[in-house]
T-cell receptor, first 114, second 116 residues
């Protein structure tokens, strides 16, 4: 069963614009991670935010986490054509003694036009 | 170079013919996992392993087997492949469960499997 759900499913913007993707989840989490996937290739880890953190930055990436609303957002500032990819959120769900379960959403397809 | 390797990268096979997809990591990670990715369904976890000789089912384990005899290797076995196992498969590894130790999960390049 999937935990995170990204919104929108697809996003198309011009170079230089900001791109915002959202992720909602259903249960309590230890952390939330964002990954990027270029077409048909392996996922690449972008950033991890823990449940006790509200905001995190890494270069042009800004991630926020609102545990009361069970949601996160990924902001990419000053987008470039090379940012074109699918972006996935993944949640490390708290569920009793079960460890090692990382749930991925279906992803947001971002297209940045030159 | 830190990496996760998978072989083969592409495979076309027929129903019922046993196959193995190998996965190897050179980062001394304890945690390894297999996912399948299908259009519209995202990534679904098949099996994962917390350490050598410790494996557990993910969300879609039916029709698959795994083993973890060595820390670096985590092969995925399809004893009798069927067309509904046609998919893109990813192996991943991390320092700790779910990548929570920092750095997230490292993914292999993927294996595109077609079962006819």
């Amino acid at each position: 069963s999937q935990q995170g759900e990204e919104d929108p499913q697809a996003l198309s913007i011009q170079e230089g614009e900001n791109a915002t993707m959202n992720c909602s989840y259903k249960t309590s989490i230890n952390n939330l991670q964002w990954y990027r996937q270029n077409s048909g290739r392996g996922l690449v880890h972008l950033i991890l935010i823990r449940s006790n953190e509200r905001e995190k930055h890494s270069g042009r990436l800004r991630v926020t986490l609102d545990t009361s609303k069970k949601s996160s957002s990924l902001l990419i500032t000053a987008s470039r054509a090379a940012d074109t990819a699918s972006y996935f959120c993944a949640t490390d769900e708290i569920r009793g003694s079960t460890l090692g379960r990382l749930y991925f959403g279906r992803g947001t397809q971002l297209t940045v036009w030159p | 170079e830190a990496q996760v390797t998978q072989n083969p990268r592409y495979l076309i096979t027929v129903t019922g013919k046993k196959l193995t997809v190998t996965c190897s990591q050179n980062m001394n990670h304890e945690y390894m996992s297999w996912y399948r990715q299908d259009p519209g369904l995202g990534l679904r976890q098949i099996y994962y392993s917390m350490n050598v000789e410790v494996t557990d089912k993910g969300d879609v384990p039916e029709g698959y087997k795994v083993s973890r005899k060595e820390k670096r290797n985590f092969p995925l076995i399809l004893e009798s492949p069927s067309p509904n196992q046609t998919s893109l498969y990813f192996c991943a590894s991390s320092l700790s469960a779910s990548g929570s130790g920092g750095g997230g999960q490292y993914f292999g390049p993927g294996t595109r499997l077609t079962v006819t």
